[in-house]
């Protein structure tokens, strides 16, 4: 959290993420306090000033939360460092990190470099990036499929999330137009790959979309009227962030909804505070820690 109407729109997009998940949520806002250094000293009165608005970005995100999603548990936390490598410490063990698109950083956030795109590249859990804009709800959740590995744990949360949100899953496969190809055999292979996911989830309603069309302008076409896109991420570390995919930093330029990089993905532990005064949720119980940037 920045203090940005990126970042807050990120904030209520968490709070509700938690609360279909019926997790804890956790608002971080990083202060490097390099910010304030002069030479090789830092300033004590920048660095009071920054860890004070600080604190008072976080107390009105918490304030948000509590509004809007009042049985969401919610803890606020200032971490010292630049974000990007903060964030990525203190999500550890967590079910994913929020953060807002185009925040103070502007244009730059989504260059290499940049925290969405370290975080997107090198974070152990999905990263969901948020745009700012209001947006009316769609009931569909959009994944992008390949022939790789690299998409598994991304339809695996995309199929959560669908569950979670009632919503319907849009698994679109893109070709590029001069690519010459077997239809029916393509179709035949993002069924296989779908297979065993619909059955785990029965209950998800499935579009099997197949487009003649480059990946990137496919995925940004379908999430015009998605809630969420999910797009998988080969997450190699270092040279992952560097190395992060054309077709995903195009769709965290390009799409229109709340993007999730997703590189693994599974069920976390059980959270036992929600479940002790809320009573037990339907399909596994996580333990998450939001953090939002």
């Known amino acids: 959290m920045d203090g940005s109407a990126a970042s807050r729109t990120a904030v209520k997009w968490a709070a509700g993420d938690a609360f279909r998940m019926r997790l804890p949520l956790r608002i971080v806002h990083a202060v490097d306090p390099s910010t304030g250094q002069i030479g090789k000293n830092a300033n004590p009165h920048v660095v009071d000033a920054l860890l004070r ?170 999430s015009e009227s998605a809630d969420l896109l999910v797009v998988g991420s080969h997450g190699l570390g270092t040279a992952g962030s560097r190395l992060f995919s054309s077709v995903s930093r195009g769709v965290l330029f390009q799409a229109r909804c709340p993007v999730a990089a997703v590189h693994s993905w599974r069920p976390p532990a059980s959270s036992g505070s929600w479940i002790s005064r809320h009573g037990p949720r339907r399909g596994p119980a996580w333990w998450c820690g939001v953090a939002l940037a």
Do not use: M, W
């Not at 918490?62 to 630049?82: D, N």
């Open 53 to 222: 608005r600080g604190q008072r970005i976080l107390l009105e995100a918490e304030a948000l939360v509590r509004e809007r999603c009042p049985a969401v548990e919610v803890t606020a936390q200032e971490a010292e460092g630049a974000p990007a490598p903060a964030l990525r410490e203190l999500a550890k063990g967590a079910t994913e990190i929020v953060i807002g698109r185009c925040g103070l950083g502007g244009f730059n956030d989504l260059l290499p470099g940049s925290v969405c795109v370290d975080l997107a590249g090198r974070a152990t859990c999905p990263v969901v990036v948020v745009s700012g804009e209001p947006r009316p709800v769609y009931e569909e959740v959009v994944v992008g499929v390949n022939t790789s590995s690299v998409c598994e744990p991304a339809l695996a949360y995309a199929f959560e999330q669908a569950r979670l949100r009632g919503a319907t899953l849009r698994a679109v496969h893109a070709l590029a137009p001069e690519a010459a190809y077997d239809l029916d055999k393509v179709h035949r292979t993002v069924h296989d790959r779908l297979k065993a996911l619909r059955k785990r989830y029965a209950q998800v309603t499935v579009i099997e979309d197949v487009r003649s069309e480059q990946p990137v302008d496919a995925l940004a076409d379908a």
